[in-house]
């Protein structure tokens, strides 16, 4: 019996990369996940795999900018898998380059992902993560916050990814304080570069900076931090992984 039987997960993001991968690994340890993205074609296929693990999957078709849309991913959690134990708040996007050429579209785009987007997510989660830990099996539940290197170095090119990570950094910080005593904890994930669809946002000639910044250095894959993720989860009930900063072995 996976050690996350019994208990509900909501991943946000979870149509590539490190969601998905943190989807599949939370599922194989038991939990029922509820799966949400816009993409709902990616969801549908990885909910088949994890059905086909025996686990259980819901699609959730779902903008995490949108306030009402975010709130009824958690809603839609809570009613039809029964509670919510754990939410993974890793929806995001990094669109990089110099400020003064940058659209200020893909500021905005930043700002209400990585920031408005989690921040939906956690208010509306918080009230049923705090009853899962009053009240459920493990009697402990967890929001996982996925920022990046970026939420804690700032560099030239960076600047709009780094001021919404540290934003998860910083909220992640005081919401912990906040309700750690009731046995919610609040984990912040840093990871550095890995292997997925993100830097592909970006325009050609940032995505060609990217890549030449990490010519040559063996990169992390989504579930190298997917390991990261539910190993947090998986603490005994008095351990609190407060944040893990994770990066490829060669990277600087
Ligand atoms: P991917 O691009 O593979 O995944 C991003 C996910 O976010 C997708 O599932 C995408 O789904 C979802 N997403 C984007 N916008 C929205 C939205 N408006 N509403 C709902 N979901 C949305 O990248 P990663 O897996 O790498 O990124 C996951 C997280 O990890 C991000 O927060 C990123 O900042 C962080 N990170 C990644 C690093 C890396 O090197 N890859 C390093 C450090 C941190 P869809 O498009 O279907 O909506």
Redesign the pocket.
Known sequence: MGTLQGTVALV?????????AAALALAERGAAVAI????AD?LTDLAERIGAAGGHALVIE????DRAQAEAAVGRTVDELGRLDTLVN?????LLGPALDAPVEEWETMV???IM?LLYCAKAALPHLLTAAAEGPRQVADMVN?????GRVARSGSGV?NAT?HAVGAFSEALRQEVTGRFVRISLV????????????NRPEVYETITQRFEGVE??Q?PD?ADTIAYIVTRPRHVAVNEMLVRPTQQQ
């Open positions: 946000t993001g979870a149509s590539s990369g490190i969601g998905e949400a993205a816009r993409r990616r779902a903008d995490v900018t890793n929806a995001g996007v990094m209400s992902v990585n987007g996925v920022s990046s290197v970026a990814y990570k840093e990871p550095g570069a890995v292997e997925t669809e993100l830097a592909g946002h990169r992390l989504a931090i």
